[in-house]
């Protein structure tokens, strides 16, 4: 395979799969050096061969896992058999580049039933662009690895996904059908309260999660269109907007600590899950998370009418009491000295900050990682930013963000470049892409994760 071919690939196949990386040029190697191997700064070294004196760098802002350097050494795999092919036909090379992406991804979690695996997901692609009765389906299918359908059993998973009573029959949620490594139908599975495990996946589909341990794969089909794959206990692959992710959920809860030892990996994970129910429920957040000596110069940006914690509502008024002080205009200073003469409940009732009121009510003075993922979603997606203090102190809800100037892009992109400045910022669009800022050295924004 020929340099700037393996490059189009790698940009392609590759770079797309691991939402965030970016090829960072090439490295002089020898025939000792690995096809795949890890790099330094979140890198991740590959070529086509152990023959070919070069390598690119593939790079991330989090760290690649063995898992998925595996998982790139098998796609190359894949794609050198095809190369080997020697195929003319451009359209019917991109279909088997495709398919040996869906392989290798596949082949990463099990070799026994992948083949099923990969025909279920066939089967909900097909379904996702169509509709039933004029509306879109979501569907739910388990793979059990480690049991055998009775030698009774005639009934193969690509009967079923050729019905259209299929459609009515699972939700993706809590009823599925399930099969045998080898396709042949076992029942259907009804996850009314399966038993309580740690899992990491969006809210809505955590009982999925709870039952899809190291023998039991669950494949799903949203009404979104999007297709998701759950292993041991997690989500770990999704093709969303016709591309796959690999999702490295323990590598983002890292860099959500910022290189700062003293954040609770509690209140990361908090702020994680809060971010990717978001992302699943399509509905569009931003979400600060502040470093402990930030709190104060974070104040600026935010009206004291949204401050949903008392402590920094006295912060923020000392702030502008301060600030009134250095005016040379007595009548404005005046106005803000008054505004703030009186105590935080007095305040909130005489300037109506409804909105504020009602979430203090609601929190009840509780962190975020103390609160109802589902209560934390729906308060999270309200219009503005929620920002939340080093120690999980909710500071904010609904902020609207006093950005700086030269802000580029949407509302909430805006808001998030601004927070970011402050700690971390992730911004989550209505259509489900999740994106995480902070700062470098320089103190310029950079992206922490995409995806």
């Not at 490295?248 to 509690?266: D, F, G, M, P, W």
């Amino acid at each position: 395979m020929v340099k700037q071919e393996f490059y189009e690939i790698v940009e392609k196949l590759i770079v797309p799969l691991f939402t965030g990386s970016y090829l960072a040029g090439e490295t002089e190697s020898s025939s000792r050096d690995l096809e795949v191997a890890l790099g330094k700064s979140n890198s991740i070294l590959l070529k086509p061969t152990k023959l070919d004196d070069y390598r690119l760098i593939l790079k991330r802002g989090q760290a690649f896992k063995s898992f998925e350097v595996n998982l790139i050494r098998a796609i190359i795999s894949e794609i050198n058999n095809i190369s080997s092919l020697e195929l003319q036909d451009k359209l019917y090379i991109s279909k088997l580049q495709s398919m040996a992406i869906e392989k290798a991804l596949i082949e990463s979690i099990t070799e026994s039933g992948s083949e099923t695996i990969m025909g279920i997901i066939n089967g909900l692609e097909k379904w996702s662009s169509r509709t039933y009765e004029g509306a879109t389906v979501a569907l739910g299918i388990m793979v059990n690895l480690g049991a055998h359908a009775d030698e009774n059993s005639k009934v193969h998973y690509t009967e079923i996904l050729n019905s259209d009573f299929f459609a009515l029959f699972t939700d993706g949620i809590s009823s599925f059908v399930e099969f045998d490594r080898d396709g042949l139908m076992l029942g259907y599975l009804n996850l009314k309260n399966p038993k309580a495990v740690a899992t990491i996946s969006p809210h809505i589909y955590d009982r999925v999660a709870r039952v899809c341990n190291d023998k039991r794969v669950g494949i799903l089909l949203t009404e979104n269109g999007d297709i998701l794959i759950f292993y041991a206990r997690q989500l770990i692959f999704a093709k969303r907007n016709g591309n796959w992710c690999v999702y490295s959920h323990e590598e983002v809860i890292r860099l959500l600590q910022n290189n700062v030892s003293y954040t609770a990996k509690q209140i990361r994970r908090s702020i994680y899950n809060t971010a990717l129910d978001c992302s699943f429920a399509y509905k569009g957040a931003c979400i600060a998370y502040i470093n402990k000596d930030k709190a104060i110069d974070v104040l600026q940006h935010i009206d004291a009418a949204d401050i949903v914690s008392e402590e920094h509502f006295n912060i923020k008024k000392q702030l502008e009491i301060d600030e009134a002080g250095k005016l040379y205009n007595l009548g404005s200073a005046n106005k803000i000295i008054e505004r703030f003469s009186v105590d935080y409940e007095e305040f909130l009732t005489k300037n109506k900050c409804t909105k504020t009121m009602a979430i203090r009510k609601i929190i009840a003075g509780k962190k975020l990682f103390e609160l109802d993922r589902k209560l934390v979603e729906e308060m999270t997606s309200v219009d503005g930013a929620t920002i939340v203090d080093f120690d999980g102190t909710i500071i904010a809800v609904g902020a609207i963000i006093k950005i700086e100037a030269g802000s580029r892009g949407g509302g909430r992109l805006a808001a998030a470049t601004t927070m970011a400045k402050y700690g971390v910022a992730i911004k989550v669009s209505q259509d489900g892409i999740m994106q995480g800022l902070s700062v470098d050295k320089q103190n310029k924004v950079k992206q922490l994760f995409l995806f």
